[in-house]
């Protein structure tokens, strides 16, 4: 794969994030907030931006979105296969939502 198709790549990921957090932020800011891990001034920002906005933001060569659970416990607890599901996604729950938000700079 060249560095060409990898940058585009990129982009289109930071595109779908983009938009499928300004959706879920319009839909129901709370859990928006909550399942993005920003804050309410980031949630602000993404809420109101334009679709031009969107598309220079998503051109980046970085991936704006990141992976939330950075310790072994978290990532364990996700991947672990138990028999009661609804108990393993609380769990995950609580582990992700002891994390910090995302700040603005």
Excluded: W
């Amino acid at each position: 794969m060249s560095n060409s198709e990898t940058l585009n790549e990129i982009r289109e990921i930071n595109l779908s994030y983009l938009v499928l957090a300004q959706r879920l932020i319009r839909e129901d800011r709370a859990a928006a907030m909550f399942r993005l891990g920003v804050s309410e001034e980031l949630a602000d920002v993404l809420g109101r931006l334009t679709l031009a906005q969107l598309v220079k933001l998503a051109s980046s060569n970085l991936l704006l979105c990141r992976f939330r659970f950075d310790d072994h416990a978290i990532l364990s607890n996700l991947t672990h296969t138990a028999k009661d599901i609804a108990v393993q996604q609380s769990h995950a729950s609580i582990l992700l939502a002891s994390q910090p938000v995302e700040a603005i700079g």
